[in-house]
């Protein structure tokens, strides 16, 4: 896997993917940013985020689940000295669809965070305390 990240000017940066896609980071106007992008620790965190929703519709769909929607939410603290890594994170699955079982969902949602989410486990064994929950929006089949 590669990517680049390019200066543009003052705290501004463009990431390039391997894949070809690209994003627009930046810093605070406060630390010679405009705000014209995502900040680099939001990136991580989003990047943690996108990984666990991938392995948990991945592993909800090869389970015939009939899953209409699925959102993340993801909750950070970082420590208050430099440097501002990340000390917890809590995920929250919102997991939507008629039918669902519950004990489908929950075997998703610990795959991911025990196995599968390369990102978050990775955090993980860095130190940061990761919780996960879910809910389920919909009628559930058990």
């Not at 991945?58 to 993801?74: A, F, G, M, T």
Request: hydrophobic share 40%.
């Amino acid at each position: 896997m590669k990517a680049r990240v390019k200066w543009v000017q003052d705290a501004t940066f463009v990431g390039e993917s391997g894949s070809g896609h690209a994003v627009v980071m930046d810093g605070p106007p406060e630390h010679g940013g405009r705000d014209v992008g995502i900040r680099p620790m939001e990136m991580v965190l989003l990047g943690m985020g996108g990984c666990t929703a991938f392995d948990v519709m991945h592993i909800l769909k090869k389970s015939r689940q009939p899953v209409s929607n699925c959102e993340v939410q993801l909750e950070a603290e970082r420590v208050e000295t430099e440097p501002r890594v990340f000390s917890k994170i809590h995920v929250h699955f919102v997991v939507s669809g008629d039918g669902l079982k519950e004990k489908q969902v929950e075997r998703a949602v610990a795959l991911s965070a025990e196995k599968y989410c390369s990102a978050s486990i990775m955090l993980a064994q860095a130190g940061v305390e990761i919780t996960h929950d879910y809910e389920i929006v919909g009628t559930t089949a058990g």
